[in-house]
């Protein structure tokens, strides 16, 4: 009889653990977001992660602190708090998000479908692509269509070369680095290059004294959306990292940044 009640006794306790435990999952599954949001505002302190040394995006130079951090400072401002930056390698940014260490990652990460499933994102606050380069006393280049006949340098190993041969757009002549495309362009070697936009308007601004000049008028058809990234239960915070986003959009403080270090603008793909 002893033995039946002791038995009884210790399923329902342990039923009753089971269920607590459920709770506290529920709990934490549905407050999570709030509560993450809460403790940024609280502590007053947006923890960002972030690559140093990755300029024209990241570094912890505070003189030339790169766009992205400039673009997280002012959305820390527009939440009342104050942007700190965790400094990992590019590889570790999302290990470094999910295991806590810091409350988002604000550092020029695409959208896309890979890290989509492992993170989540905000709404995309600017979107970046290739871009054309010429010298400065070259007019005739308004898009890739103007690059029939021309000699383009570009990057081996990168996705423009196979783009620019299935468009059998330009005579291709590849280089292992992309310092040396845009020293062969301003020698006058080669016609035009087709480079990765924001690290090739970094490389101009730093030597203003090349004879080179992005190609304004031309937009890339294939784009990718930068967005800030949170961890999949931080509803709250996406959400309002998405309305700050709209209106820093919409008051032209993003490609303000942008523009100070000389990066194309290019619209968000919708």
Not at 15 to 42: R, Y
Not at 209 to 215: A, C, D, L, Q
Not at 228 to 237: H, S, T
Request: hydrophobic content about 40%; charged content about 25%; proline content about 4%.
């Amino acid at each position: 009889m002893n033995r039946r009640r002791q038995t009884k006794g210790l399923v329902r306790t342990t039923a009753i653990a089971a269920f607590a435990g459920l709770l506290m999952s529920w709990a934490q599954a549905g407050f999570a977001a709030a509560s993450t949001l809460q403790e940024v505002k609280d502590s007053g302190k947006l923890i960002v992660c972030g690559v140093d040394g990755l300029l024209p995006y990241s570094s912890s130079d505070e003189e030339i602190p790169g766009f992205e951090v400039e673009i997280a400072r002012a959305m820390a401002s527009k939440m009342g708090v104050e942007a700190k930056y965790v400094w990992v390698t590019w590889d570790a940014l999302i290990p470094a998000l999910t295991s806590n260490r810091c409350n988002a990652i604000i550092n020029g990460m695409f959208i896309t479908e890979e890290r989509d499933k492992v993170i989540d994102f905000s709404a995309p606050y600017y979107a970046s692509g290739e871009t054309i380069l010429v010298p400065k006393n070259d007019d005739s280049v308004k898009g890739l269509e103007h690059l029939d006949g021309k000699t383009v340098g570009v990057l081996a190993g990168s996705v423009t070369v196979g783009y620019l041969e299935k468009k059998a757009i330009g005579n291709l002549k590849v280089y292992p680095d992309q310092n040396t495309i845009i020293l062969e362009l301003n020698n006058g070697r080669i016609d035009a290059a087709f480079l990765e936009a924001p690290s090739a308007a970094w490389t101009l601004q730093n030597d203003p004294t090349m004879n080179i000049k992005i190609v304004e008028s031309y937009v890339p058809d294939k784009r990718w959306n930068a967005g800030v990234g949170v961890r999949e239960a931080d509803d709250e915070l996406k959400k309002a990292f998405s309305q700050i986003i709209s209106e820093l959009r919409a008051d032209g403080t993003i490609r303000e940044i942008l523009d100070s270090y000389n990066v194309p603008y290019y619209p968000v793909m919708e």
